[in-house]
């Protein structure tokens, strides 16, 4: 993927288009995210599908960094609220490791993510989120 093709990404991701977000991977992909791994293009849809019921979701791209068969990209995420996403809604569908987003609350954390590619789609996504201390 190079910066262009990482902007389109951003573009579909943000947009919501879950299909245009298809385009970018292998029909195995993986995704870690908050100790949780979501499998294939489905997988991750479903996921998102999900949590984009409960939380308005922003990626901003700080810096992308094109590699050979890896991609770095540092991100900022903005979260927002719209519906309360509680501890136990979490844990009831599979998620118990990730933190509840109350409803009205926003916060944007810095994400490190990896991009491993094959044959030109991304295979696996890797993330690593730094939150801020508490307040």
Do not use: W
Not at 80 to 100: D, F, H, N, S, V
């Amino acid at each position: 993927m190079n910066t262009s093709d990482y902007g389109r990404y951003i573009a579909c991701f943000n947009a919501r288009d879950y299909a245009g977000l298809h385009d970018f991977f292998a029909d195995d992909v993986s995704l870690q995210v908050n100790g949780h791994e979501m499998q294939g293009k489905q997988g991750i849809s479903d996921f998102y599908g999900f949590f984009h019921d409960y939380v308005r979701e922003t990626v901003m791209l700080r810096r992308f960094i094109e590699g050979q068969g890896t991609d770095f990209a540092h991100v900022a995420i903005r979260f927002e609220g719209i519906r309360e996403l509680t501890a136990q809604e979490l844990a009831r569908r599979g998620y118990a490791k990730m933190t509840p987003v109350p409803a009205g609350m926003s916060v944007e954390l810095d994400f490190f993510i990896t991009y491993e590619s094959r044959a030109g789609k991304v295979k696996a996504i890797r993330c690593a989120v730094f939150e801020p201390p508490a307040q």
